[in-house]
């Protein structure tokens, strides 16, 4: 499986980004995770079964969005309201069972995509 991530830069706090990967083919896990310099990679949303159900990391709950294009296998990430904090690079992940949490349990990553809020 290939992921192929767009949509990162940089932006105001306060701001919105949209973030984008296409997957070659259907997975039932696609997820998207963030890693800071000197900080570990953690989980920021997940989207399950072609949006059957989601779940997001508390940090983002409520100005982040996780949604799919089911045509397209193409996962988006909604940011808004972005913090200083938000900053760091973005990954998208896919797995075609169930994957949870933690970032070892994925099987395809994304090349990354650079999100940098400024306040």
């Known amino acids: 499986v290939q992921l192929v991530e767009s949509g990162g830069g940089s932006v105001q706090a306060g701001g919105s980004l949209r973030l984008s990967c296409a997957a070659s083919e259907y997975c039932y896990s696609m997820g998207w995770f963030r890693q800071a310099p000197g900080k570990e990679r953690e989980v920021v949303a997940i989207?399950?079964?072609?949006?059957?159900?989601?779940k997001y990391a508390q940090s983002v709950t409520g100005r982040f969005t996780i949604s799919q294009d089911n045509a397209q296998n193409t996962v988006y990430l909604q940011m808004n309201s972005l913090k200083p904090e938000d900053t760091a690079m973005y990954y998208c992940?896919?797995?075609?069972?169930?994957?949870?949490?933690?970032?070892?349990?994925?099987?395809?990553w994304g090349q990354g995509t650079q999100v940098t809020v400024s306040s």
């Open positions: 992940a896919a797995s075609r069972g169930w994957s949870g949490t933690d970032p070892s349990g994925w099987n395809y």
């Open positions: 989207d399950y079964g072609r949006g059957g159900s989601a």
